[in-house]
């Protein structure tokens, strides 16, 4: 099957008074429709930003973004990163909409709820405002929101942290979109609500057959949703595989890490926790070589040289490491 | 033996009234009527969500906030009961660290300077060995003497986080509250936080209240836990015990939204989804608070507040059916 959304080589970078911030540096992916697609990685990593550049929606005069981002829909192939805002805006909220972690600061305060879903309805869909209310109450009621006609007329402050990011998916999915990209929509919310807000995503996933972009730092929630998962360091996909790969045979030095660094459930709580020593580099230099090599256990000359290309380990798997963690030992060069 | 003796403490915070609500004004009953100890030398994990009142309860033992009721001892000494200034000098002996690194350092002073006071207020040392034990102390958490010098800003949060935990230790506290400290931090930061402090308690025998939303974090480093809801507690109990036989519906729910970093496990595991959220504080629920969104509520719940009692040896726990086995059992 043919990719719905095919990424190449995308750069993004902030000129900043303190200069140039190479925040993502040279992103690549298949997006496979109906499939879930995580994107794992620490404050700082680019994930949110390379997704932000692919929609557009970092601010022009400060962000510059490179590369390629063909979006495949029915009938026409559109290159997200080439055409006009015009365009661009016919395919945001209609074709691929999008879910941010602060529901609170991502909804209007001054607009109900119903008038920012219908908002959408209207543009996109050319709905009137008495289809757009119908529709929209039984987007509330599909998101799990109760008494949802009376919702509809409710402001977002009125409205719980679980209940504003169901009514932000709400809005997401009012034209059916066929990616949704989940921002960390879980992040500022409690453990009982986050599995709410994950099992409502799933089920709409399912019943809608949306391909979904699910961003979070979060390996437990990644393991429970995803499909296939992209590590994200320093702003370079460092790792890609199927989910089990990932957590069954990781093969990025940081990858290993990062899971050495969640404690296992029901341990008896006296392993140490592998902590990767250090900190993520600052972003304001152009990479040159492997980002991760400050903090890596497994550093040697060549890490220091170059930046590593992406090496396929088995099917679906690729790594970005001059170290084979399968047989403990550099990799031969080419 | 016990290091801290909570008894029946109540922190309960008057809202302003406003003027429509007549007659009395509005309670938040933030930490309700709830006893337990703390073993010296061991780590009590208090988990909760937002608004539970685990924070609050943290305070109040440390009397930050004054307890509205109930008694709090600290080894032999009656800590409700001490004055403006034996609690000053009580303080020495139970120290806090924050969950915001940033704004519980002051921007403006160095990180010497932001160590130094509490041995400037509570010690008639040298300015010589307050220096000496700046180092000692930097170097204790994993920084270097260096950066004595600098400004908050200039470090990362997991670096802050090492100064704040260098000057809670500064005058060589018993007991130190931890709210939250690694929840603001990236994981692999967090994992480096959580070693240096179980590697101190080995060191210096400190006992430390670990209070975190995240349960895996909790029960990684607590050798028992707490689990509050509502301003109450839920249960108590060995982590050991707490994961493999939780004996209240609430803690069940809360160990099975934990998501796991292991995909087989986690796509054959159910999990139990909560209806709703957590009710207000203001206005709780009748009987049992958690009956609201309880999976196993009767209508006994919303009528009897349950016991919080023993229900087996050194497991203790406030649910009608916690010894039900048929009907606690929900996983």
Redesign the interface.
Known sequence: MSSILSVKNLTTRFNTFDGTVYAVNGVDFELQPGETLAVVG??GSGKSVSVLSLLGLLPAESAEVKGTAHFQTKDTQTDLLAISKEKLNKIRGKHISIVFQDALRSLNPVLTVGEQISESLMTHMGYNKRQAYTRAVELLENVGISYPEKRFYSYPHQF????RQRAMIAIAIACEPEILVADEPTTAL???????I??LTRRLQREMGMTVIWIT????????I?DRVIVMYAGMPIELAK??DL?ENAQHPYTE?????????????QN??????G?PPDLFEAPKHCQFAWRCPYVFERCWKEIPPNYQVEEGHYTKCFYDMSAQQARDEE | MEIVQVDKISKHFQLKRSFLSLGRSPVVKAVDDISFSIEKGETLGLVG??GCGKSTLGRTILRLYEPTGGTIRFEDTNVSELGKEDLRKFRTKMQIVFQDSYSSLNPRHRVGDIIAEPMMIHTEMEPKEIQDRIFELLKLVGLKPMHAQRFPHEF?G??RQRINIARALALYPRFVVCDEPISAL???????V??LL?DLQKKLGITYLFIA?D???V?????RIAVMYLGRMMELTT??QL??DPLHPYTQ????????????R??ERG?I??EG??PSPVNPPSGCVFHTRCPVAEERCSREVPEYREVKPGHWAACHFALDDNKVKIL
Do not use: C, W
């Open positions: 620490e404050s719980s942290g679980g209940m409690d453990v009982t609500i986050q599995t709410q994950v099992e730092h979060d390996l437990g929630v990644v393991a429970g995803a989910v089990d957590y890490g990062l899971l050495g660094a969640i404690p296992e459930l029901g341990e008896t709580g140490r926790l592998i902590s990767i020593g900190a | 969500e937002s990362s997991g670096q990236d994981v692999s930061i967090q994992a480096q959580v070693n179980q939303h349960l895996s974090m029960q990684h480093i607590s050798d982590s050991r994961f493999d729910s809360l160990i099975s939204a934990i998501p796991i970093p292991n995909p087989k986690e796509r999990h989804v909560l959220e957590v």
